[in-house]
């Protein structure tokens, strides 16, 4: 079992920064890589970065890529997801999720625990 919890949302005017952290703990060891999704009100919910836990492989979507950056930090068991130039469109829940499969994936259903993810809200 894997365990995730998000923090470090919250309300920033557009153009601002927030610093998203997902803290893993549990058979961390066994993670091969996590990703970070966000759900926007009525909408589905969808891939934004991940990057391998061992290596420094990363993975981005169109939308965010340019103005988000991913890291790791092993020693901490911990991902961020640095966020800049953020967008009211940028405004949705915020989850990380850890996969145990050996390829890194940017769909939810290959991801196998979930956090129970953070608010970000863009105000224009």
């Known amino acids: 079992q894997v365990q995730l919890v998000e923090s470090g949302g919250g309300l920033v005017q557009a153009g601002g920064s927030l610093r998203l952290s997902c803290a893993a703990s549990g058979r961390t060891s066994s993670i091969y890589a996590v990703g970070w999704f966000r759900q926007a009100p009525g909408k589905e919910r969808e891939f934004a970065a991940a990057?391998?836990?061992?290596?420094?492989?990363?993975y981005y979507a169109d939308s965010v890529k340019g103005r988000f950056t991913i890291s790791r930090d092993n020693a901490r068991n911990t991902v961020y997801l640095q966020m800049n130039s953020l967008k009211p469109e940028d405004t949705a829940k915020y989850y990380c999720?850890?996969?145990?499969?050996?390829?890194?994936?940017?769909?939810?259903?290959?991801?196998?625990?979930w956090g129970r993810g953070t608010q970000v809200t863009v105000s224009s």
């Open positions: 990057i391998r836990y061992s290596g420094t492989r990363t």
């Open positions: 999720a850890a996969r145990m499969g050996l390829v890194v994936a940017t769909k939810e259903d290959d991801y196998d625990y």
